[in-house]
């Protein structure tokens, strides 16, 4: 009896493994490769997509898609072994002079060394809110989930679930904040070693090239901006991450990053604003 339920458990699982497979964002539906001249590569069917850079380009991708909030999920593989000078970027960002942007930045480190998580929010056009993380994990050994929930009240970032980043609408105090302008996601593999590693002390080892970044499980449960208009309804009451707040249990989460694995915050940065921190940072 035990050998038939196991054996039915593993049917079970096979089955939910193949659905879930089936059911996977297909990148070639949702991207175009932009750039790179050949270094952007889609496998499988479109399930994969990697980036690569070597000494004479990087390369890129963008979303066919323009979005005005939304839940936004994407698996990363980045570079193994010595990435430094490499940035590994994946963002939303609009157009224009006064752009709106967030931002998730991978800069890569030698051997053994832990990648920076590098995040920042930029709204018509003003940045200058960088916020860096080490990750818990080797995110160069397998794929790990990196979200971005945009709402008209906050974006929270975050890695397999876990919040580490809450940026709240502002706006009552002056700070403004991404609600107008359609974004589009992008992500480029580059060669940033004037700055990306150690302040640019550590240059990227082209021995070593080329170097490959991988994506995979796209999900975008998210407005689509098309000819002026959104796919939502005006309530948009109907999707659960419009109104989306962190609960108890993924504030102490959000919390427990932060002590743990933050390593530079722009609101403690006293030095940087000598005339005073940005008005967001008196937030709780």
Known sequence: ???????????????????LALTAAN?????????????????????????????????????????LFGKIDMQLKLVSGNSAGTVTAYYLSSKGSAWDEIDFEFLGNLSGDPYILHTNVFSQGKGNREQQFYLWFDPTADFHTYSILWNPQRIIFSVDRTPIREFKNSESMGVAFPKNQPMRIYSSLWNADDWATRGGLVKTDWSQAPFTASYRNFKADACIWSSGASSCSSSSSTNSWFSQELDTTNQDRLKWVQKNYMIYNYCTDAKRFPQGLPPECNTS
């Open 1 to 19: 009896m035990a050998s038939s339920t196991a054996s039915f458990m593993f049917l079970a699982l096979t089955l939910l493994t193949s659905f």
């Open 27 to 67: 990148l070639s539906q949702d991207f175009d490769i932009t750039w790179g001249d050949g270094r952007g590569k889609m496998a499988n069917n479109g399930d994969l997509l990697s980036l690569s850079l070597d000494k004479a380009s990087g390369s890129g991708f963008q979303s066919k898609n323009e979005f």
